[in-house]
């Protein structure tokens, strides 16, 4: 629901860059989204405290399942809700928030049915103008009119009207409109489970062929697997999977790679760039944040930003200048902009905390020197927590280690603090600090091999299950973990920083702006 305000300003834009609606305005939105955090439903919409008093409050709580709701009715219609622990209401809630329809006199009716009969409506029943996704606007009718013009498959029907594209709770609703509409010709598109959409393999079977014909190039991929046609959509997969397989014997080709990779920083909406600096577990020095002033003067960085990650993001660097940040910096690339290894995020820990019990700063340090610039099929976070109370949020990156009493440390994996929040799973507990980087090492391999490309730990962890995991990887019920472990420790001596290619770029251009290239053209052409 909070993507929905953006393609509502974007239309009233177009209305009137284009003329169609001259005196097009954006009005403002009502916003609304769905969240399960931790295994809790919940859903806000619009208003969540009463204006005045002539608006009407409806409360509802059951603290011991977890449950709250509340309704503000503002003349006679809903200006807000929140449902906590329950959202079977939601739907029928939404419809009315969105229309600014009357309610009904019995404010009970909106949020528990008066009998089973009266639950809320399938999606198949809903009037045509019923919105089904609320982060893009995509309406029931819209969804019907894909199926009729041969939407097939819940890929096809996504791709075709965005829904289900953002936070993706919509897409049981979307499945269920396909059915309907298209009865039995509804199908599995077989690309949802290939690796990369332009080869048409699984990751097994993608990792095999790779393997077998030693494949080492994106190009050599496409000739050999690909019918000999270029996909632009699958290169950056591609490329991540073969420097996973191949390490330095991979053939890097350029244009493979997204500009972030391919210039080391993450591109901004106004083409500048962003340097982050590898600030090994949130620890600096007066000497570093010295040359971290002094660079921000130096190329009149715009923001200089504290991270989530605890680090220093300098934005608004120019393309051409990133060489000689670099150089300036004296201090190695924190893969901000890459799916890799981005931080360990540490507390202070024993050290200095007086309730800590493990040395969390050491430890996500060694952590953080040891794994740093490994490629994952997506981005990875870590934290170390010195005690239980989590001040680090271990417990909520792809991976974390929490210091408990008797000096061990539990591992948790799967964890998340974004658009979605999970407290990761367990997956044991050990007596050492080595033991930590073993089973992380262990864990991250494990990862890189079996993930789907930009599939998260946390959707990782869910699908495979926990106590799969623990057989595999303490267990060794494949017997894989010493190759596990050679392997990342192969992928962990080859790192290079990037940042070393400010003395000696990899083509003349790397770092040239393509506007400073067609100037300079110009001038030399007398334009």
Sequence with gaps: GLVAPLWEQT????????????DAA???????????????????????????????????????????????????????????????????????????????????????????ETAPPSAAGLPDDAQICNCNGVSKAAIIA???????????LCDATRAGTGCGSCKSQARELLEYAAGDLVAED????????????????????????????????????????????????LASLLKTIWRDEYEDERDARFINDRVHANIQKDRTFSVVPRIYGGVT????????????????????????????????????????VWRDLGMPSGHAYAKAFRTCKTCVGSEFCRFGVGDSVALGIAIEKRY???EFPHKVKLATAGCPRNCS?????????????GGKWEIYVGGAAGSRVRKGDLLLTVETRDEVMLYMGRF?????????????????????????????????????????????KAAADAYVDPWREAASPVHPSQFVSVLRQIQGRASAHGD
Excluded: W
């Excluded at 894909?146 to 096809?156: E, H």
């Excluded at 660079?295 to 990650?309: D, F, N, Q, S, W």
């Design 11 to 22: 239309a009233a834009l177009a209305d009137r860059l284009t003329g169609r609606k001259p």
């Design 26 to 116: 954006y009005k403002g939105s009502k916003v609304s989204t769905k969240l399960k955090v931790m295994g809790v439903d919940l859903v806000v919409m619009g208003d969540r405290d009463a204006r005045d008093e002539n608006d009407e409050v409806v409360t509802y709580a059951e603290p011991s399942r977890g449950v709250y709701k509340k309704l503000i009715v503002r003349e006679g219609r809903l200006a807000g809700a929140i449902l906590m622990g329950d959202a079977s209401a939601a739907p029928a809630l939404l419809r009315a928030f969105d229309r600014g329809a009357p309610l009904p006199e019995n404010r009970a009716e909106l949020l528990f049915p008066l009998a089973p």
């Design 146 to 156: 894909a199926v009729r013009k041969g939407c097939r498959t819940l890929k096809s």
């Design 190 to 237: 077989p690309s949802i489970h290939y690796y990369v959409p332009g080869v048409p393999l699984s990751k097994p079977e993608l990792i095999a062929a790779i393997k077998e014909r030693r494949l080492k190039s994106v190009s050599a991929v496409f000739a050999a697997l690909a019918g000999g046609k270029d996909d632009p959509a699958s290169k950056i997969g």
């Design 285 to 324: 020095s007066p000497d570093e944040l010295r040359r971290i002033a002094d660079v921000a003067e130096k190329y009149k960085v715009r923001m200089i930003k504290i991270t989530g990650g605890q680090r220093i993001d300098l934005l608004g660097v120019r393309k051409e200048d990133l060489p000689d």
């Design 372 to 374: 740093q610039g490994i």
């Design 393 to 405: 949020e271990a417990t909520t990156k792809d991976i974390g280690a929490v210091a408990i009493e």
């Design 444 to 488: 991250m391999q494990y990862y890189r091999e079996n993930a789907k490309y930009l599939e998260r730990t946390y959707d990782f962890v869910e699908r495979l299950g926990i106590e799969k995991l623990r057989a595999v990887l303490i267990d060794d019920a494949e017997g894989i973990c010493a190759r596990l472990d050679a392997e990342i």
